[in-house]
């Protein structure tokens, strides 16, 4: 498995992914969701296939789908839209943040051994049809390729201890990366102590949202660690000169640490995909946005490592331990 990045479909060697999004939601489906936030239910497949298949037009190789088990996940949908599209999709077990879990205390009360056996099935088994939402569990063929946790806070609570444990345990015994939560994009410094106080390598952790926070010295300090940074808001805002994320993306070349960045769209918006008659789309991310940063001079080389270079690194499964 060493060298080979593990997609719904099955393991594709790490240099075949090509362009690819590291943070998206694909299927989102849920009563949650349903009921409490309608915008970001996202479960129809022909709507992911056609989204997808727009940004298959555009160059996009690989997305990875970031919903961790118990709240929305499809394996079998996910799957469905790969297929359709042609997009390797990379899907995610793990945990999200506590109010995702109302009614389903053992996300929140189960201990991380329990936990980190549910998030090595998922990865090396495969994942549960009904996403571990009822008294079955029913695996299918396709298997996890990340592990994702989250914080609410900048202070961990005992409930982020266990589930940060459990990621650990379970990246230890898989290789598996993990890639975290940060509400607003904080939160990320004591992530990484954290997950380094379990024994993960910083450089195997990609922290989301960073780029909600707009204070360069928050992201230079981050990746002083040795952790990677994923930026996934520039569609929430025009595309210009102005947008955050550009800016953050341009500052983070010009201070070096191109090498430790990825981006993606966090597009879990129906009002932001074209196949649910929204704006501006997914493949904007590789067509206005790359288009912008190349005006306002990022190198080809520096685009090319945090679309492609940089998750076919990261998202590779190491070496588990003996």
């Known amino acids: 498995m060493n060298g080979s990045v593990r997609t719904v479909l099955g393991d594709v060697a790490a240099d075949q992914l090509g362009l690819t999004y590291a943070h998206e939601h694909v299927i989102l489906d849920c009563p949650l969701v ?3 936030f309608p915008d970001i239910l996202l479960n129809d497949v022909a709507a992911a296939a056609a989204e997808l298949s727009e940004c298959a037009a555009v160059g996009v190789g690989c997305v990875v789908d970031a919903m961790p088990c118990g709240v929305g996940r499809d394996p079998i949908r996910l799957a469905e839209a790969s297929r359709r599209s042609g997009v390797d999709i990379i899907a995610t077990t793990g945990l999200h943040t506590r109010k995702w879990y109302p009614g389903l205390s053992w996300a929140n009360e189960a201990d991380p051994d329990i936990l980190a056996g549910l998030f090595v099935a998922d990865l090396e088994d495969g994942i549960d049809r009904y996403d571990y939402r009822g008294p079955v569990i029913e695996r299918t063929k396709h298997r996890a390729g990340l592990i994702k946790v989250g914080t609410l806070q900048e202070k961990f ?3 982020d201890r266990r589930v940060f444990a459990a990621a650990a345990a379970a990246h230890i015994a898989t290789g598996a990366p993990i890639l975290t939560h940060c509400e607003e994009g904080r939160g990320g410094v004591e992530q990484v102590e954290v997950i380094a106080e379990f024994g993960v390598e910083p450089n195997r952790v990609v922290l989301s949202h960073t780029d909600k926070v707009d204070d360069i010295g928050y992201h230079l300090d981050l990746v002083a660690s ?9 569609l929430r805002f025009p595309i210009d ?4 994320t550009v800016r953050l993306v341009t500052e983070a070349v010009a201070a070096g640490y191109a090498g430790q960045v990825m981006v993606g769209t966090d597009g879990a918006r129906r009002s932001m995909w074209t196949a649910y008659g929204g704006t501006p789309g997914l493949a904007a991310l590789a067509t206005d946005v790359v288009a912008l940063l190349a005006r306002l001079g ?4 520096s685009v090319a490592q ?13 070496e588990a331990a003996a």
């Open 241 to 244: 000169e102005e947008n955050r």
């Open 306 to 318: 945090m679309l492609r270079l940089n998750p076919a690194r990261f998202f590779r499964f190491s």
């Open 298 to 301: 990022v190198d080809d080389d």
């Open 226 to 234: 040795g952790v990677n940074l994923e930026y996934d808001q520039a």
């Open 34 to 36: 349903e009921d409490r």
């Open 157 to 159: 609570n005992a409930r």
